[in-house]
Every structure is written in C-alpha cells, then in structure tokens.
C-alpha cells in the first residue's frame, strides 16, 4: 500500500506539466469541439452537454461540412477514432512460477498489451439518425464486431423519443441506452476497476453470457430524466446465430427510470432499473437463462473548493436461481452435495472522483460491500469461509494530453469468501489508455 501512496504522490507531482482530458475523438471531429466539452473530470465521464449529445443519437454536428440533399445529412467524412489500453497488473495470489506453469499470471506482473484495442465509427446517419461501431481489433478468430448500436430519434414536444436496435459482446443490455456515468453500463465508469466500484458491474458479467447482449432499446429523455424499456436477449450478434438454442426470442425485458435534476450546482442522476424474463444465450453456449437483476444508483457531479467532484451510489441484487441467473451463476438445482442454499448475489457501492488540477489529475475512492451469491459447501461454513466479499478501492488518473491518460487502481479485498489459501487479497492496475 505503502508503494501505491508513493506513486499517486509521484502523479501529482508530475501533473503541473499536463493539460487537458481523454476521450473519443469520432465526436470531436463531427462536432468540431474540443473533448472536454462534453467530459467532466476525465473520459469517459459525461458532463450535462454530453449526456445530451449522447441521448439525441450522436447526431449533432458542428464545423464539419455536410453532403446534404433531399432527406439526405451525413458528414463529409466517415468519423472514426481508435481507443487503446495497455495494462500492467499484479495481485496478490498464488505465482504460477510457483504453480509451475508459464509464468503468466497477475501475481508475476501480468503486462496486457492491447487489453483494449477497438476501431470505433460512429455520428451522424440523418438529421435524426446516428449510430456507434465497435470493431475489436484483438478479438479471437479475426471477428471484428464487438458492438453496433442505430439510435433513431424523434422529437416530440420538449422530449426526446427514440428506438435503438443493438447488440453487443461484453457491454451487457444497458448498452442500448444509458446516460450516467457510475457504471451502470461498464464502458461509461468512472473508475477502471468496475467490479469494485460499481455495485451493477459487481454482477454484471460473472454469469453464463459474459456480457452479451442484443435488442430494441425504446427510450424517453428531457431535461427531467429519461426512461428506457428494453426487449433483448443475453446473446451478441443474434442475427447470424442461425444455430445457436434460443437466440432470436428476446423474451428478457430491461426497465430503466432515471430523474436528472440540478439541485444548486449539482447535476445529479437517480434512478433504478430492473431486468426479468428467461432468454436463451448466445452460439457459444447455447442456454437458457434467467436475467433478473435489480438496482438503484445515485450520481452527482458538482464542485466543492472550486473544483469538480463526482459522487457515485449504487446498489444492486441478483437471486440465485434454478435456471442459473445470467447475473448470478448460482445454479440452485446443481448445488454441490452438502451445499448451503446459494442467496442473492449483491453489492452496495460508494465512490467519490476529486478534480485536484482540472482537466488533469483527479484521484478518487471507493467501497464495496458485497455477497457473493454463491453456494457454500457446509465444509467451508466450518472452515470460515462464507460468502462475504468487501473492498476498498483508491484511484488516480493524470492526463498526459487531451487524449492519452495514465491511471491507477489500487483495490485491498476482504471479507470471508476470501478465507482460503491464495485468495486475492489485492489488485494494482497501471494502465495507459489513448484515443485518436
């Protein structure tokens, strides 16, 4: 601990030489405005003008010239951008030197080059059509698709509707449509390390589907809040799964209801979703599944001695299941012989992001209260090890440029789902992210 003090002590102190946040330049090339515009603190945290851009479809465009005809408005140039991540982690559990095997494993300082490297397309299709390409470009087996969303818009009144068909391999069914910034879908957090700073993302892809998700998102928004129903599946690419069990039904259903009021300076999210129905996964597994999940969240974005600050709130909970809840993956009707009866997966989150030189460096703090969901073998009961599982989470990103960041996460776990010999214990994450 004493060693990542040293280092976030050593980002500061480096930071009076920086300018300026990260974020996806696809954007900001349509748009002709600088990133920060419509980032608060650092990417990708959306501030109110980016939840907006974000909410009317991508579709918004600036000094960039048009090609325009009859019902024709599209950018002069196809916008793309590329984000990439390099990862240095370590933790804290067993060695594979020690193991024996090839020493590549978090507790021998794991380098993960390209952890993230996508091709991203994305912006204006019509004056009220846009859309988002994520082609992952380190994907096994040379698929490029990790994800593709088509919002269409129509505004009625002081509201935005729209209808978004989409699908994705890790982002989970919010991907359709979400507007926060505390992790309630796993691409827009506030902190790298989202399984300990989001409550949501604590369940989001521990199950059967890993994320994967594909759907209509049929959403509301105006300047009180927005409202999102989703019929989905917890599948990726269903259309061309023409032999995978199950993957055309969609017989899951996401409810989302967020209010977005400013209460002085403070422009706050609060709100709750809920996930239900059994829907059959994707090519790869072919299952089916429950998707049951329900949280609330809290977020506030305000200043406090002068400079921005996020507050993150978060609780969610996923049961246990005899169809094995693609939230949870507790299987009740395959519990091991001598297994307490698995319980609802759960988290309860608190975080708090402190701008300490704006536009570049921010350093932040998380705590995560949890239950792993999981049956427990009546042996472990004995041996101590139940289902608790804590963390305590502390985070600094410095902004090299408006667009190349350095951060660091630091979690300490505990709790006694722990109790056993090569837990981890800890996790240290140094990462370069870049986009262009």
């Keep these: 601990m004493k060693k990542i003090v040293l280092s976030i002590a050593g980002v500061m102190a480096a930071a009076a030489?920086?300018?300026?946040a990260s974020a996806l330049p696809a954007f900001a090339r349509q748009t002709g405005m600088a990133c920060t515009a419509c980032h608060a603190q650092h990417f990708p945290v959306l501030?109110?003008?980016g939840r907006s851009f974000k909410a009317a479809g991508y579709t918004m465009m600036g000094a960039q010239e048009k090609v325009e005809g009859d019902h024709l408005s599209i950018p002069n140039a196809l916008n793309a951008a590329i984000l990439a991540k390099v990862l240095y982690q370590k933790d804290n559990?067993?060695?594979?030197k020690v193991l024996g095997t090839d020493p590549n494993l978090p507790a021998d300082g794991q380098l993960q080059f390209?952890?993230?490297?996508?091709?991203f397309f994305g912006g204006r299709v019509a004056e009220n059509i846009g859309f988002l390409f994520e082609g992952n470009t380190v994907n096994a087996g040379g698929q490029l698709l990790a994800g593709f969303k088509f919002p269409i818009g129509f505004d009625v009144g002081g509201a935005k509707l729209s209808v978004t068909p989409f699908t994705t391999d890790a982002l989970g069914v919010q991907y359709g449509y979400e507007l926060s910034s505390g992790g309630v879908m796993r691409a827009n957090r506030w902190a790298e390390h989202r399984r300990e700073t989001s409550a949501i993302q604590y369940n989001a892809d521990r199950g059967i589907d890993a994320g994967m998700a594909t759907g209509i998102a049929l959403s509301a928004q105006n300047d009180m809040g927005f409202i999102n129903i989703t019929k989905w599946a917890p599948s990726f690419g269903m259309g061309a799964n023409v032999a995978a069990l199950n993957s055309f039904d969609m017989k899951s259903t996401y409810i989302r209801v967020a209010?977005?009021?400013?209460v002085g300076d403070w422009a706050m999210v609060l709100g709750a979703g809920s996930m239900s129905g059994t829907s059959g996964t994707g090519p790869l597994v072919a299952a089916v599944v429950d998707t049951k999940q329900t949280f609330f969240d809290f977020q506030a974005q305000g200043e406090v001695a002068g400079k921005e600050m996020g507050v993150y709130l978060q609780h969610a909970s996923a049961p246990a299941t005899i169809n094995g809840n693609s939230y949870n993956g507790a299987l009740l009707a395959v519990a091991p012989v001598g297994a307490i009866a698995a319980s609802d997966r759960k988290a309860t989150t608190i975080g708090v992001d402190y701008t300490v030189i704006p536009h570049t460096l921010s350093i932040g703090a998380a705590y995560r209260n949890a239950k792993t969901g999981g049956?427990?073998?009546a042996a472990n009961v004995l041996a101590g090890r139940g289902t608790q599982d804590n963390a305590i989470t502390v985070t600094a990103v410095y902004d090299m440029v408006q667009n190349v960041a350095l951060h660091i996460n630091h979690s300490q776990y505990s709790g006694n789902s722990r109790n056993f010999v090569g837990a981890q214990k800890s996790l240290t994450t140094l990462m370069l992210e870049a986009a262009w």
């Design 47 to 49: 501030n109110g003008f």
């Design 114 to 119: 390209g952890d993230e490297f996508s091709l």
């Design 259 to 262: 209010a977005t009021p400013t």
């Design 375 to 377: 049956a427990v073998t």
């Design 93 to 96: 559990s067993a060695s594979a």
């Design 17 to 20: 030489f920086a300018p300026e």
